[in-house]
């Protein structure tokens, strides 16, 4: 398949049509309901992280000077980090208790079969306190050095 040669404009008219439509929308806007579980909000940092990902695959492919996927697993911090620093404090927090809860309550009531599983894939999906610990660690370090 060859390379549609107008992919340029395309992308140019798309990024406009983004920079026009929240151009002209107010925060209670932002906040519309977009299907179940999205808003107009998420809509756009979906776009923005998927587009983050594409970055991330042309720079590993320029720089190995061949095709370079650039892997989720492996990655994805780097393409959140722009999207999480834009969560307001509190709101982080927030999530992290709501998900870690709900998380630790699966968790616990998971079909242990299948449980068992996931942790030898994986261990730190099932012990989640391997990856909380660790980052909570660093930021009472980062803390105690004020």
């Keep these: 398949m060859s390379l549609d040669p107008t992919y340029n404009q395309l992308n140019r008219t798309s990024t ?3 920079k026009k439509l929240a151009a002209s929308l107010t ?3 932002m906040q519309t309901r977009v299907g179940e579980h999205w808003t107009v909000a998420i809509a756009f940092a979906h776009l923005a992280f998927w587009d983050r990902r594409v970055l991330a695959t042309l720079e590993q492919t320029s720089k190995n000077g061949k095709l370079s ?3 989720l ?6 393409l959140s980090l722009p999207l ?3 969560v307001p404090a509190k709101e982080a ?8 809860q709900e998380l630790d309550s699966q968790l ?4 242990k079969d299948l449980l068992e599983e996931i942790y030898n894939h994986n261990k730190r999906f099932v012990v989640r ?7 909570l660690d660093e930021v009472e370090t980062a803390l105690s050095q004020q």
């Design 84 to 86: 999480w620093a834009a």
């Design 108 to 111: 616990e009531n998971f079909p």
């Design 73 to 78: 697993d492996i990655i994805v911090n780097d």
């Design 27 to 29: 925060d209670e806007q």
């Design 129 to 135: 306190a391997l990856h909380r610990n660790e980052h």
């Design 93 to 100: 927090v927030r999530l992290a208790i709501e998900t870690a």
């Design 69 to 71: 996927i650039v892997e």
């Design 16 to 18: 406009e049509r983004i």
